[in-house]
């Protein structure tokens, strides 16, 4: 009886160990603290001339990337600059959906505009300076249950963790947003 018991109670507490090591390795990103969490990123890419294919690591997708006739490019694809603002634009809707279901917020539609101002003497005329944006605007119009206050904190913390936001602002890039509350 005392076997079985010991066979019975070791079974447990084998399969609670193969449980929670499953679940470790199942468990979804966001449940971890959070100076333990990484996003991997990595992509890879290989072109000729001005057009590039780029691939992102274990992921089935593809997107290629051109540059302006103006400067020496076909125009066949989007350059790494409009994917640039792309980037911004697309991460502010994605943080934006974390912040409103951190804070219980509905969101709808999202129309959003970037603009930016991109000087070409260093890139283009090889000049001695910085080719950093010298101006980027972001104009954000999104649907929400928030009232003035709440999306006024909304904005506030996404622009706060949105890692691209971040990345234009600290660049020391002139950056300016405006984002309008739309009634769902």
């Known amino acids: 009886m005392f076997q079985a018991r010991l066979n019975s109670t070791s079974r447990a507490l084998i399969n609670s160990q193969r449980s929670s090591k499953l679940s470790l390795n199942l468990r979804r990103f966001s449940v971890s603290p959070s100076h333990l969490q990484r996003l991997p990123v990595q992509i890879s ?3 000729s001339g001005t057009i590039q294919t780029i691939s992102v690591k274990d992921k089935p997708y593809t997107f290629s990337t051109d540059t302006y006739k103006v400067i020496g490019g076909q125009d066949s694809h989007p350059s790494p600059v409009a994917y640039a603002l792309a ?3 697309s991460c502010n809707q994605v943080t934006g959906a974390l912040v409103a279901k951190d804070h219980g917020l509905t969101l709808g539609k ?3 505009l970037v603009e930016g101002q991109l000087p070409t003497a260093v890139l283009v005329g090889g000049e001695q300076g910085n080719p950093n944006w010298e ?3 972001l104009e954000v119009n999104v649907q929400t249950s928030a009232d003035d206050a709440a999306f006024e904190h909304f904005v506030a913390e996404v622009e706060r963790r949105c890692p691209i936001t971040q990345l234009f602002k600290r660049s020391g890039v002139a950056y300016k947003s405006k984002w309008i509350n739309e009634p769902l």
């Open 45 to 47: 890419g290989q072109g």
């Open 87 to 89: 980037s911004l634009s």
């Open 110 to 112: 999202w129309r959003v």
């Open 135 to 137: 101006s980027v605007d």
